[in-house]
């Protein structure tokens, strides 16, 4: 497998605390995988009072994207500078198309998670859209992760979808860290059923995984890899196994129009409430549209 990133990152960077230390940590991931980092701001733009065009001026634009470059480059210690090349793309509307637009041409889309708000409920906040429509692999970063190296890079694996996706950006990031990779698989008890043949499911799940991480064990012989099933809803046993130190990879699939949906998945509920960042690499759907 590949494992070497050669487009870099972008982190889209609004001023807020939370932007902030999404950059923290979208700096040490450009810096371990030794790409270049670019950050992305976004000026929404009022509109005139009297005819529909945007009232701004370049200059003004500019020197906004020049402020916030300047505040995360003071977030650099001066010994790490030099380290990572940073730079800054402006762009005139809402943030979350500019990065959705940026992710089809890098390796990594990084963005802040804000605190507890609708996202829980309705699709809508920036992480959100941006995690739902981007091209490529999304990271969210939430204000408790610590913004260096993982400790863990732990996969949530899901045998309804091809895992190859997040398994990549998994053992990408793993390589990169020097850290092992977990795949964890949560064996539903939905029925009576399904509890009295539990042992014969957990084995058969079992035998699965460990199928699964042998094969990448030897596209990635570098990488610790080990694997584990437990017995419960997917949500909770992901949210009691990682930490902040840790970097969680999910699947999912692409929303490729931008429009409003209900949470509910596995992806969508652990985007808003894991301790540690979470990435999701997509899985493409076949003759998907494109927006």
Same mark, same amino acid.
């Given at each position: ?6 487009? !870099? /990152?972008? &982190? ?21 995988? =030794? ?32 402020? /916030?470059?300047?505040? &995360?480059?003071? *977030? ?5 500078? !030099? ?21 089809? +041409?890098?390796?990594?889309?990084? &963005? ?43 996969? %949530? ?20 860290? %020097? ?12 029925? *009576?059923?399904?509890?009295?043949? !539990? ?30 099933? *437990? ?23 692409? =929303? ?30 076949? =003759?998907?549209?494109? +927006?």
């Amino acid at each position: 497998m590949d494992e070497t990133w050669t487009r !870099g /990152i972008v &982190v889209g960077v609004d001023g807020s605390p939370e932007s902030y230390h999404a950059f923290d940590w979208a700096r040490a991931a450009a810096a371990r995988h =030794h790409v270049p980092l670019t950050v992305s701001h976004a000026e929404a733009v009022p509109i005139g009072p009297i005819t529909p065009v945007p009232a701004y001026e370049i200059e003004s634009l500019q020197s906004a994207t020049q402020r /916030i470059l300047s505040r &995360v480059n003071d *977030r650099i210690e001066p010994a790490d500078r !030099g380290a990572v090349h940073v730079d800054a793309v402006p762009s005139v509307g809402a943030p979350a198309p500019a990065l959705v637009h940026a992710s089809r +041409d890098v390796d990594l889309v990084v &963005v802040g998670r804000r605190g507890a708000d609708v996202t829980r409920h309705l699709l809508g906040s920036v992480s959100s859209t941006v995690v739902a429509h981007a091209h490529g692999p999304a990271a969210v970063v939430p204000i408790k992760a610590r913004p260096g190296d993982p400790e863990r890079v732990v996969v %949530g694996i899901g045998f309804d979808d091809d895992p190859t996706a997040p398994l990549e950006l998994a053992f990408a990031e793993a390589h990169a860290a %020097g850290c092992p990779v977990v795949l964890l698989h949560a064996v539903q008890r939905s029925t *009576r059923v399904a509890c009295e043949a !539990g042992a014969g499911r957990v084995a058969g799940v079992e035998a699965a995984l460990k199928g699964l991480a042998y094969r990448w064990k030897e596209l990635a012989p570098d990488v610790e890899c080990r694997e584990e099933v *437990r017995t419960g809803d997917p949500v909770d046993i992901l949210l009691e196994h990682v930490t902040p130190s840790d970097l969680l990879v999910l699947g999912g699939h692409r =929303h490729p129009r931008f429009v409003g949906r209900l949470l509910g998945s596995v992806p969508d509920v652990l985007l808003g409430d894991a301790p540690c960042v979470v990435a999701v690499a997509h899985t493409a759907r076949p =003759h998907a549209a494109t +927006d």
